[in-house]
Each structure stands twice: as structure tokens, then as C-alpha cells.
């Protein structure tokens, strides 16, 4: 059975290359509902406001998120939450992405100060930005390397480049940059992922298992490029690969039945059909009418005793 699920990297470019990725207002579902408040303000290394943070709050006891929006000062606010331990993460365009351990206190809070660095300088990508989005990539990519060439520093650039190599659909050279861009933020889950797409594509499965390694996982909001990837190993017969992958998609999203049965069904490769059967039989119980029951039952009846 071949899975047929992929989100390319000239897709994911195609948003990720100029555009921020979309920001909700704070939406606190009923498991992370309290009494307390986080507040909070994001400022650059010399100490200037960082405008419209997207903050997301993770609470690994409830094994769920919220994202906040933060305002055009830098200032950010989440209310009604619980109390206790989080994983913070703060990401804004043209900065590099802040995760630290935050600790919300009942009521209201002191203030805590998150320091972002500056990783890109947007007039400075002007004429490349506008290169990309008319299409021109060549161009865009030759200017986005002459601001590189004058300001190393903004390592950020690289994944511009690396972006313009994949809307060409050249995944190599792609690639290459991914990986220059990964040397100033390597705990990048963005480019860690299309890293790791980039890999598989290109064949080169330990690679991608390599930058899968050093994602977190608490801190997803969207399985969906993940479960792809572990299809992917699948079908390209590296099951041993998958199952981490998805040890770790269960561990963030317990109650998605697909993960159960792509976890069984990789242990079925393997001729692990005992180490499969729970997965299998937890799949039925999630999804007793999902798309898959029909293959699950005739596999439990017929190939595992």
C-alpha cells in the first residue's frame, strides 16, 4: 500500500518566502483555561520594540497550545490560563525565533522581557522582495546573495535563497542554503522541516531523520508536513524511520487515529505484526468508520494471530 500526501518545498516557499505565517487572536481552549496571566514585552538586542510578535504558549501537562498575538510596541498579554509551567515560543519576521520556559503565576503577573534578535533587514531585501514576488527568482536570488555577501551576519538570508532554489524545483542546491540557514538558527522548526522534506526528496533519509531529531515536538501547532514525511519514509521502505517520527506525532496529538494505524503499518513492514497490533486495534477504537478500518480489520483477521 503506497500513501500518496506531500507537501513540497516550492509549496511551502511559495508562503513562507515573503509572507509571515498568519496570526489568530488569543483563542484559550477549555484545557488551558485559569486564573493565570502571562504578560510580557519583545524587544531587539540593542533594546528597541519588536513589532507584532506571534507568541505561542505550550502547556506540555495539558499537551496543548494557544497562540497570542502580540501588539505593534512588543507588548504581549495571554489571560485566563493556567497556572504553572509552559514553553514559550516568539516568532517575527526578519528576527530570529526566541524559545524559553516560561512559569505563569495566578493573577496578574510581573512583566517578563524576551530579547529577539535582529536577523534580517527588510530594506535591504527590498528590491530582492520584490523580484520574488514578480516572479523573478533568478533575480531575487542574486541580489538576496549580494546582501548576504555584504552582511554576513543576517544568516536569516540563506533561507530566501534556499526558497528560491525550491519554487525552481531544484531541491539540491535548496538544500545547501536550508542548511547555511540552520547554522545561525539551528533549533529553527521551520526550516527544520523543510530541511527535512528536502532530504527525503532528494533521497537522503538519515539526513532527514537528522533534522527531525532536533525538532520540538510540544511546540507544533500543524502535524500535517510531519505525517508526510513519515509517509514518505514509508513508502520509501525506511520504516525504522518513520516510527520515531511517529512515536513523537503521537506523543503531541494522542487521539489522531491515522498516526496509530501509519505506526502499525510501519511495524508491519518490519514483520513486528505484535509491536502493530495495538497500534492497529487503538486505530479501530478512534476510528471505527475512519478510511482505513477496512484495511485494518483484514489485517487483523488475516495476517496477525
Known sequence: MTFNFRIGLAGLAALLLVL???VRGQE???NLKGNGTLRGKVVDENGKN??????TLVNPAANASLTVEGKGNGDFEAKNIKSGAWKMVVETPNYVTVRQDVNVAEGKSDKISVVSKNDASPELLEKATALAQAGDLAGARTEYLQVLEAHPELTS?????AFTYGREGNTAEALKYLDAALVGTPDDTAMLQLAADSAIKLGQFPKASGYLQKVDYTTLTDSAPFVNMAIQFINGKRQADAIPLLDKLIGRWPDTADLYFFRGYANMGLQKQQEAKPDLEKYLQLAPEGSHA???KKILQENIK
Open 20 to 22: 509571515p505565517a498568519p
Open 28 to 30: 484559550v481552549p477549555e
Open 294 to 296: 477496512a484495511d485494518v
Open 50 to 55: 519588536v513589532p507584532k510578535p506571534k507568541i
Open 157 to 161: 538570508i540563506n533561507r530566501y535563497v
